[in-house]
């Protein structure tokens, strides 16, 4: 340190003012460089992902509005009067599935399949809706052939 010192003495009054110029720019452009534009990038990169997430969330609110208008304006449609796993026998049978496992449990029933197309689910599934008895809960999984499904768990219920 004192032979920068003394080089520094050694140098003409005009030089060491632009030595000490040069030194006041050079802290001033690592500042900005290794601190302020990073911080600066990662706000306004953080900005940006606040706005991504305040427009899903406004879609999030205006689907969830639909959904539950949607549900008001057919929660009048049916409702389901009977034997439930009686309706599931006779709408599988119809559309060529074969239900592995069936449990009752009081107003729900539960129903296990292990293979069968996706297609014919579908169906069967809106088949099921149409006569006003509501899907609570679905664990399907793809099955080993192309097209087909597994239904590990369809818990039915009466609307």
Do not use: C, H
């Amino acid at each position: 340190m004192n032979a920068l010192l003394e080089k520094y003495k050694a140098l003409t009054e005009r030089e060491q003012k632009l030595v000490l110029v040069s030194a006041v720019l050079m802290v001033i452009a690592l500042f900005y460089f290794a601190v302020w534009s990073p911080l600066n990038a990662a706000l306004d990169k953080q900005k940006q992902l606040l706005d991504n997430q305040q427009s899903l969330l406004v879609w999030v609110k205006d689907s969830a509005a639909r959904a539950q208008q949607l549900r008001r304006s057919s929660g009048g449609k049916r409702t389901f009067s009977g034997s439930l796993p009686q309706a599931v026998n006779r709408t599988t049978a119809q559309y060529d599935i074969a239900i592995s496992r069936m449990q009752p449990q009081g107003d729900e029933l539960q129903v296990w399949v292990d293979q069968a197309p996706f297609n014919s689910v579908l169906e069967w599934l809106k088949a099921m809706e149409n006569m006003g008895v509501i899907i609570l809960q679905a664990d399907i999984a793809e099955a080993d052939a192309p097209g087909y499904i597994k239904i590990r768990r369809l818990q039915l219920g009466k609307a």
